[in-house]
């Protein structure tokens, strides 16, 4: 069980094989989808092309952001310590389970919640008519970053998610969500974010 503080320290869980060969809902993001990411990030074209093998790499038109973010099913962000904050996630699903079906989103907390944030999903029910159809959704994130009894000098969502939840029962896709905050004391996150767009040297 996931225990407070070490949302960066524990792995997704063990594999069951059975929902892995009907998802119903997958967050797909493509080769370019990368590239582009790391352009903003601050890479240059030189280095991407070394790494990636491709000249056809151009990061000269693409304006740096450090809040760009992929189409991940986890929603992640770093923000100051002890500041009001407001995080949105744009996030698109793909329908790869029955052709008439109907989510329901749900924010869910594993413990009590002890931070000041108030976490929203728009909108909050997803119909898709066929399979292979797109919806897209965004999650708002607003609060406090202040110090968490749980926490030494440090600030964090943790154990929080949002549930997509098909209306019969039989399928639910979960995404985690964290907002934290980076202190001298917090070594996952320190050690999460130097490595994060760390590239291999071959």
């Known amino acids: 069980m996931a225990q407070p503080g070490n949302e960066f320290e524990y792995g997704s869980g063990r ?18 989808d990368y590239i582009d990411y790391m352009c903003k990030q601050g890479y240059n074209t030189q280095m991407l092309r070394s790494h990636v093998g491709s000249h056809d790499i151009d990061c000269s038109r693409t304006k740096i952001d450090l809040n760009a973010d992929l189409n991940y099913p986890t929603m992640t962000a770093r923000v100051d310590i002890n500041t009001k904050f407001t995080k949105v996630f744009y996030r698109t699903v793909t329908n790869v389970g029955d052709p ?15 931070f000041e944030a108030e976490i929203t999903v728009e909108p909050k029910q997803l119909h898709f008519d066929e399979s ?54 917090t070594h996952a996150c320190r050690k999460f974010h130097k490595n994060k767009f760390k590239l291999p040297l071959s």
């Open 100 to 114: 008439n079906s109907t989510y329901l989103g749900e924010i869910k907390f594993q413990v009590e919640k002890y």
């Open 132 to 185: 292979g159809n797109t919806k897209t959704f965004t999650v708002n994130v607003t609060g406090e970053s202040k110090l968490n009894m749980n926490f030494k000098n440090s600030f964090m969502t943790n154990n929080t998610w949002l549930t997509w939840r098909e209306m019969d029962g039989s399928r639910q896709v979960r995404s985690p969500i964290v907002i934290y905050s980076i202190t001298n004391s």
């Open 15 to 32: 594999l069951n094989a059975t929902k892995v060969l009907d998802p119903g809902l997958i967050y797909e993001t493509g080769h370019q």
